[in-house]
Nanobody
Framework: QVQLLESGGGSVQAGGSLRLSCAAS????????MGWFRQVPGKEREVVAT????????SYADSVKGRFTISRDNAKNTVYLQMNSLKLEDTGVYYC???????????????WGQGTQVTVSS
């Protein structure tokens, strides 16, 4: 059974940094994609960044390009999201998710973590 456990959320002032972690277990994730998504009340869940387990392919939402970096540590079965230069609009619940192949739309992801809150204040 696939389990995803996020950590690293919290409160930070605008311009600050946070690093989110997602520890995956219960499966062999070769040929799977890992994604970070975020959601705010009243809005649809949106993709933030994705990465293949091989790490050879990544994608980013336009709103986070140049500020966020997704990476993975295969030995630890963990994916990270380094978030720098945080803005007020980065506030939300961040989820990691995984599915087979390469997908960016949240509806295509089969397994989800419980989410971690990120709050950016002025």
């Amino acid at each position: 059974q696939v389990q995803l456990l996020e950590s690293g959320g919290g409160s930070v002032q605008a311009g600050g940094s946070l690093r989110l972690s997602c520890a995956a277990s219960g499966h062999t994730f070769n040929n799977y994609v890992m994604g970070w998504f975020r959601q705010v009340p009243g809005k649809e869940r949106e993709v933030v960044a994705t990465i293949t387990w091989g790490g050879l392919r990544t994608s980013y939402a336009d709103s986070v390009k140049g500020r966020f970096t997704i990476s993975r540590d295969n030995a630890k079965n963990t994916v990270y999201l380094q978030m720098n230069s945080l803005k007020l609009e980065d506030t939300g619940v961040y989820y990691c998710a995984t599915t087979f192949g390469w997908e960016v739309h949240p509806s295509k992801y089969d397994y989800w973590g419980q989410g971690t809150q990120v709050t950016v204040s002025s």
